[in-house]
């Protein structure tokens, strides 16, 4: 027992050191500019920062598929993973906002977003925009059940009791809004992205990723999560999640296939180089191992079947997005950017950050089920 | 009226003086200049300079040539950047200028993205940047009087017009003298039209301007925006509150019939 709290303890003190360095770099960054603190330039504006954001928005989405499920549908069983899959959800979704504000040059005007009479209803930087500003305030909402249980302050928590199916239903729509909107930004680039993965289906294809990386997200927390901290958990319901998972990556192949013959790009897959690498790394290890893997019983139903399937998902969405964001945006001949070690700490700090708190909001808030009751609940 | 401007390469003799007066009238100060083996100076647009006398080596049969090209903003008819912007920094003028408004800006650089000429550039140094490009010299068009540079070009290279008539001019002189020029005035169709145009004698792709189709990049996205997005929304909504309805209702029956079967039981 006291090994193991050792050992918590050390971790604890490394993410919080870990932390703190990415924070001494923030204020570096906030304090010099852009210029002086990232490797961005003219011709490579976007940067480390918008791929941590691009990929953090999808994985954070396992948050509303949970929520769907618990809230909307009633499936009770779910509850038990519902709370730490939305708290990961959450936490991964506040340090966006944070990432996100350290990206933008202007931060100090990012209320601009908000003044209607600036709004451009045509682009869906503003949509993404604004659905990171209200769906945080959602998961706020979400979230503060465990918080104010804690606290044992009834009143609020009755409202929002109350109002959950509600907030659960609105986060969704969101939710799905803002991961196609996110893929519709790439749209004004048919000159700009590699023609593997521009497509006007680009809008589809993030919502697709959203949703089975979401889930794998759901899967991978929940496992993690339960081992770490010696629960008990019913594979059971993570093998149905993983079933869903594959029929969702089956799909997603079947469209990509689809659409890249339909162009007349299949091709491309073999003439481009390092591109072609790329495409077929992302395709390969997001898509078609964890498809095989959740296909099979072995794969769907061990803990470590289900960490490695969904790993693999979350692995080929990094690279996917790294690649539309970043790789395969053409850039002009002979610029090269690679990240500056202030871009590098500052995301390292931001998910160490996330993990830190997660860690911190199960051990102090009502997020895991306890030890001993989590057997009735369940069959309840 | 939509204002335009022709730029005809083959009268260009890489004076500079278009570069020159730009700064000039903008008030942009000088950059610090490196050789890096090439007469052109500095290697690319910035934050301060507005307009690039761009020197390509080209080989068209007879030997090398210099070919010089003024480049800049194009003042697309449908600009990315303004359909880009979250903001709505970046607005087409009557006139067709596209013209960013410092106030509003938030700085995502996602106009520097999206733009297919690579136009607009940022402030780098400064702690809280504005993006700056080529404004069509604004104040000047609104007073009437042409561009600074086209006013400097002392070869009549670069031409201030009405769109339409410089269209017409540019096509008249491929005609007049078809052995000077390729058959292609840049920027009448690219996108949807550009209000800077360009005649050229050797083809466009070889200096650099990038091969762009009659389409305008915005349509689509604009598209997806106006109609995609709220149907998304509906059907999400429909498909979520469809399913919890039939959720709960086979929850009730199923609540009813265990109803039902324990008070069966209970009468037998
Ligand atoms: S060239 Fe670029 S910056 Fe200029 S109007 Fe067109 S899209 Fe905007
Ligand atoms: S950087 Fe500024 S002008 Fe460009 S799109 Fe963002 S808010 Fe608009
Ligand atoms: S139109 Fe004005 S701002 Fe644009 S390049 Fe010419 S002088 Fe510079």
Redesign the pocket.
Known sequence: MSKTRKLQAAIVVILGIVTLVGGIAAIARFVQGLGPTTNLSDAYPWGLWIVYDVFFIPFSAGAFMISAVTHIYDRHEYYPIARPVIVAGFLGYVFVVVVLLMDLARWHRFYNILIPWYWNLHSFMFEVSMCITVYTVILVLEVAPAILERLNWQKPLRLIRFATVVIAGAGIVLSSLHQSSLGSLFLLMPYKLHPLWWTPLLPLFFFAAAAFSGLSMAIFVAVVSFKAFGRDLKLGLLSDLAKIVAIMLGIYLAIKIGDLLTAGEMGLLFTEGWLSVLFLAEIVIGAVVPFVLFLTRKGRETSSGLVWGSACVLVGLALNRTNVALLALNAPPGATYFPHWIEIAVSIAAVAAGVLLFFLATRFLPVLPEPAVARDEATT | MRKGMLVDLTRCIGCRACQVACKQWNDLPAEETQNWGSYQNPAALSADTWTLVEFTEVDEGDGLQWVFAKRQ????LH????SACPVGA?HQTEQGA?VYDPARCIGCRY?MV????G??KLEWEEPLPFVR?CRFCVDRLEAGLEPACAKACPTDAIVFGNRDDLIAEAEERIRNQPGRYVDHVYGKDELGG?SWLYLSAVPFDKLGFPTLGPEPVTTLSEVVATYGTPSIAVTVAAVLGGLYYWFSRREKNMHAEQDAEQEEREAS
């Open positions: 903003c194009m003042h697309c600009p990315a950047c303004a970046f596209v106009c999206v733009c297919p000429f136009v607009p490009k550009t």
